[in-house]
């Protein structure tokens, strides 16, 4: 993994005798970030496994007409965000279920041992996480376990970086405040 | 009194479980839904020829009876290679999209019913195919 560079796996993909060649290679170094940006969105293993074959299958679809004027795996975030946003509003509207309900219904997968491993602390923290709005816990989530840059995350929400940073400071303090509380 | 916790100073553990080896294997799972996906609109071109052929053979029959006219109608040879060429290349339009366009030109009446049962059948052969059904099973079944 990691031995191609974006433009060797765009050069394959765009080959017609390499194609499938080249979006095997796209998976292979994306497949795991995708997932895990997903899974921390949506909390449950079937809902991220659903959501992120859906991603690839539309990147297969929007590959020929990516025109590089983004970097690829921010075009990927791109496709993935929107996804884990569209399903959460789905999730809401579909069942008529009220915004605290889904957050407690995510929490409730984080205190089963079948999706969650961590401890007392690791446990809060992602709960503290699931109480921002679905926007900001997007950001929070790329900056704190993507690393990625405020530039490139400004890439990927269409956000300027200076809301980022504000976006990051308050999420953090919101965060800090609840894992305070007992 | 709780003490102040900074996250920077956090773990950044990821702790989330997945099944055992589920990466392993996702890139043939995608693959099959893509090829699957594919074969879908094959099938889509052995079902829907007949509305295509139901909508030429109109179209041409019209054109035949008014190709003496002084007046030219709205169906025209133009018309005609539209048609042929929608159906060669079915995959470029949204099923919506070919209902609407056959329908007014070819004053072929379809009805709400009808685009119902194709509608279901639509969804139920991509569910079928998305369980993992034989395609064969579903092609003996058209």
Redesign the interface.
Known sequence: MGNWSDNEILDKFRNSETK?YG??LL??EY??RV??HV??MV?D?DDA?DIT?DI??KI?KGLDSFNEESKLYTWIYRIASNECITFLNKKKKMFFIPIINVEEQLSAHIDSN?????DE??KK??KAILTLPEKQRLVFNMK??DDLKYEEIAEITGTSVGALKASYHLA?KK??EF???? | MSQKINIEELKRENNFKVPANYFDSFENTIQERIHAKEHKSILFRFRYPSIAFAASFIAFSVWLVNKNDAVPTSVTPAAIDYVSYVNENIDEFEDELIYDTYTPVANVTVSAAEIKKIENTEALDEYLLDEGVDEEVLLDEL
């Not at chain 1, 079948?114 to 961590?118: A, L, Q």
């Open positions: 499938n979006f095997n998976m292979q497949k795991q997932y895990w899974r921390r909390i293993h496994n074959q690839f299958i297969w079948e999706n969650f491993s961590g602390i690791q923290l992602q704190y376990y953090t965060i800090e894992l305070t509380k007992d």
